[in-house]
């Protein structure tokens, strides 16, 4: 079982910046690959940013070259650097986490956290 907690969310400005942040415990969480997920007001939840075992990342185009994942093995969190952040950025983020990484899809991974709201004004 793993337990991710989420946090850093939190309301801003259009333009600004913001760290999410996604603890882990339970099994090693370097054997999992890991990613952020969002769900705005209406819609269905979406894949934003991945990293697998070995570090390597995948983004979703809407975010790619604004937002970076990076993950900490020794403390067993994963972050998400959210720059330019545009109002359609408003979301839910979710941090997932998944063994055997087949696809980054909300229906295949394994274990979520309970999300942090994000709030973008114009």
């Known amino acids: 079982q793993v337990q991710l907690v989420e946090s850093g969310g939190g309301l801003v400005q259009a333009g600004g910046s913001l760290r999410l942040s996604c603890a882990a415990s339970?099994?090693?969480?370097?054997?999992?690959?890991m990613g952020w997920f969002r769900q705005a007001p209406g819609k269905e939840r979406e894949f934003v940013a991945g990293i697998y075992r070995t570090g390597s990342t995948y983004y979703s185009d809407s975010v790619k070259g604004r937002f970076t994942i990076s993950r900490d093995n020794a403390k067993s969190t994963v972050f998400l650097q959210m720059n330019s952040l545009k109002p359609e950025d408003t979301a839910v983020y979710y941090c997932a986490s998944d063994y055997a990484l087949i696809t980054w899809s909300v229906d295949t991974m394994d274990y979520w956290g309970k999300g942090t709201l994000v709030t973008v004004s114009s």
């Open positions: 339970g099994r090693t969480f370097s054997s999992y690959a």
